[in-house]
């Protein structure tokens, strides 16, 4: 069982920066790929970066204002979102996918963990 705990999110104005961070209690972070998750209020959740167990492939909804990291040292995965807007606001998942293949990167929503979430609020 893998627990994951996001941070670093709150209320920033439209055209700042935040980093998310999310932490998981699992000695073998190393071996699920990572996500990053959102759900706005009223809409569905989508995703946003995911990055793969060996951290060689990502993926991006918005590859210009959001870098995918993680540190397996730390069991900690990160996102950092630059350029806010308004419309970025909404309560952000990281999840954990356990893989095999250390390069995959999962594009579903049928990831086996997820985090709390932690609002992220970007005013106009």
């Known amino acids: 069982q893998v627990q994951l705990e996001e941070s670093g999110g709150g209320l920033v104005q439209a055209g700042g920066s935040l980093r998310l961070s999310c932490a998981a209690s699992e000695g073998t972070f190393s071996n699920h790929a990572m996500g990053w998750f959102r759900q706005a209020q009223g809409k569905e959740r989508e995703l946003v970066a995911v990055?793969?167990?060996?951290?060689?492939n990502t993926y991006y909804a918005d590859p210009v204002r959001f870098t995918i990291s993680r540190d397996n040292a730390k069991n900690t995965v990160y996102l950092q979102m630059n350029s806010l807007k308004p419309e970025d606001t909404a309560v952000y998942y990281c999840?954990?996918?356990?893989?095999?293949?250390?390069?995959?990167?999962?594009?579903?929503?049928?990831?086996?963990?997820w985090g709390q979430g932690t609002q992220v609020t970007v005013s106009s």
């Open positions: 999840a954990a996918d356990r893989t095999f293949y250390s390069d995959y990167v999962p594009l579903n929503f049928d990831y086996d963990y």
């Open positions: 990055i793969s167990a060996s951290g060689g």
